[in-house]
T-cell receptor, first 113, second 113 residues
Framework: QKEVEQDPGPLSVPEGAIVSLNCTYS??????FMWYRQYSRKGPELLMY????GNKEDGRFTAQVDKSSKYISLFIRDSQPSDSATYLC?????????????FGKGTKLTVNP | KAGVTQTPRYLIKTRGQQVTLSCSPI?????VSWYQQTPGQGLQFLFE???????NKGNFPGRFSGRQFSNSRSEMNVSTLELGDSALYLC????????????FGEGSRLTVL
């Protein structure tokens, strides 16, 4: 079993739709949970970062963490064509004094005008 | 503020050769991490350096190595290249290695023929 599982999609939605992206994980040592967005031919950029169970909102984006179920989600409200990208979940654990990130394989999202 | 700069952006090598990739972190950032991204495995952690010391290492063979210089710039080297080493190699920098502060470069795309 992979440490982090993420549905690769692809996911195609109309503009204005609510998008739900999900990841599950198996390692209880993961302490921090992140969502990255990666446009084609670009490096990942951090969207959301959280460490506790519950919801965290930032504009149209909401990150949700359920540590008891080992499940995290990212919701995008009022999706825009500019949101078309690959979304990667990532989780970190502390090793050797630094944090090591484990990524999901990413979900490719297309928002159609 | 300049971002993370990786060179070269694209390169083609043949099996058995070696390659060196370079990463210049954001000014003031002392931690540099390297990741390999492939369609099959996604993003996988290679290693992390802080103040010229390797603090963390992923599950890659010894052909993959790295180093960090006193100005925080980092290089990674892959010797005896294999076809499976074809990937996007991403560098990320942060002030101290905290996952929520990682900034990624655009990557070096390596093709091994």
């Amino acid at each position: 079993q992979k440490e982090v599982e993420q549905d690769p999609g692809p996911l195609s939605v109309p503009e204005g739709a609510i998008v739900s992206l999900n990841c599950t994980y198996s390692n209880s040592a993961f302490q921090y949970f992140m969502w990255y967005r990666q446009y084609s031919r670009k490096g990942p950029e951090l969207l959301m970062y959280t460490y506790s169970s519950g919801n965290k909102e930032d504009g149209r984006f909401t990150a949700q963490v359920d540590k008891s179920s080992k499940y995290i989600s990212l919701f995008i409200r009022d999706s825009q064509p500019s949101d078309s990208a690959t979304y990667l979940c990532a989780m970190s654990e502390t090793q050797g004094g630094s944090e090591k990130l484990v990524f999901g394989k990413g979900t490719k999202l297309t928002v159609n005008p | 503020k300049a971002g993370v700069t990786q060179t070269p952006r694209y390169l083609i090598k043949t099996r058995g050769q070696q390659v060196t990739l370079s990463c210049s972190p954001i000014s003031g950032h002392r931690s540099v991490s390297w990741y390999q991204q492939t369609p099959g495995q996604g993003l996988q952690f290679l290693f992390e350096y802080f103040s010229e010391t390797q603090r963390n290492k992923g599950n890659f063979p010894g052909r993959f190595s790295g180093r960090q210089f006193s100005n925080s710039r980092s290089e990674m080297n892959v010797s005896t290249l294999e076809l499976g080493d074809s990937a996007l190699y991403l560098c990320a920098s942060s002030v101290s290695g905290v996952a929520g502060e990682l900034f990624f470069g655009e990557g070096s795309r390596l093709t091994v023929l």
